[in-house]
């Protein structure tokens, strides 16, 4: 099992470009979670998907924001356009809903700095 | 979700069990108490979690106290590598990943 896996690792943009982040679920896992990582603010949820569909996106910062499950193992977050505040960490999470028991799998974070 | 109280910082003896404390005196009857850790420039890692009974994995095991209004995470046999941000988080088990992860305790095992 390659785990939850996320790309790039590292990205660096000019104020004003659009940034996509991506992730790849588990395979069997059905629940995504996209987190964001400051130190001001610590862990935050921005969404998270339950079977392709958001469920909850109250954590999402502004319009500028969007996130998108378009099939079953994939989802992107897109940044567009992108602030120097919105230099983080950004990790998605998956499990299957249905046996949670096991646990969120994170990915090693995609490091954004937007200059 | 219930919210979590923790101690900013601990250190530990390599070797020696460290007791991680987590308070969550507002849990509600059906929430579980998880436990993640972050080791510096990673992913969170899942750990253990429990809702009444105490629980054993191969990394940890959690105490729960009757009341459920505080828990305990014990490494047995701290090593460096469990140097880490770890992490008490309580929700329903349908959406755990909801709830807020807090600031975490930075345990820090020392040789």
């Known amino acids: 099992d390659a785990g939850v896996i996320q790309s790039p690792r590292h990205e660096v943009t000019e104020m004003g470009q659009e940034v996509t982040l991506r992730c790849k679920l588990i395979?069997?896992?059905?629940?995504l979670f996209w987190y964001r990582q400051t130190m001001m603010r610590g862990l935050e949820l921005l969404i998270y998907?339950?079977?392709?569909?958001?469920?909850?996106d109250s954590g999402m910062p502004e319009d500028r924001f969007s996130a998108k499950m378009p099939n079953a193992s994939f989802s992107t977050l897109k940044i567009q356009p992108s602030e120097p505040r919105d230099s983080a960490v950004y990790f998605c999470?998956?499990?299957?809903?249905?046996?949670?028991?096991?646990?969120?799998?994170f990915g090693s974070g995609t490091r954004l700095t937007v200059v | 979700d219930a919210k979590t109280t923790q101690p900013p910082s601990m250190d530990c003896a390599e070797g020696r069990a460290a007791n991680l404390p987590c308070n969550h005196s507002?849990?509600?009857?059906?929430?579980?108490v998880y436990w993640y850790r972050q080791i510096h420039s990673q992913g969170p890692q899942y750990i253990i979690h429990?809702?009444?009974n105490n629980e054993t994995n191969e990394m940890a095991s959690l105490i729960i106290t009757e009341d459920r209004k505080s828990s305990t995470l014990i490494l047995p046999h701290a090593t460096l590598r469990d140097t880490a941000v770890y992490y008490c988080?309580?929700?329903?088990?349908?959406?755990?990943?909801?709830?807020?992860f807090g600031d975490g305790t930075t345990l820090t095992v020392k040789p």
């Open positions: 507002t849990i509600s009857g059906n929430e579980y």
């Open positions: 998907f339950n079977n392709n569909v958001p469920i909850d």
């Open positions: 429990g809702l009444k």
């Open positions: 999470a998956s499990t299957n809903r249905d046996r949670v028991r096991n646990g969120y799998t």
């Open positions: 988080i309580v929700g329903f088990n349908t959406n755990a990943g909801k709830s807020t």
């Open positions: 395979s069997g896992h059905n629940s």
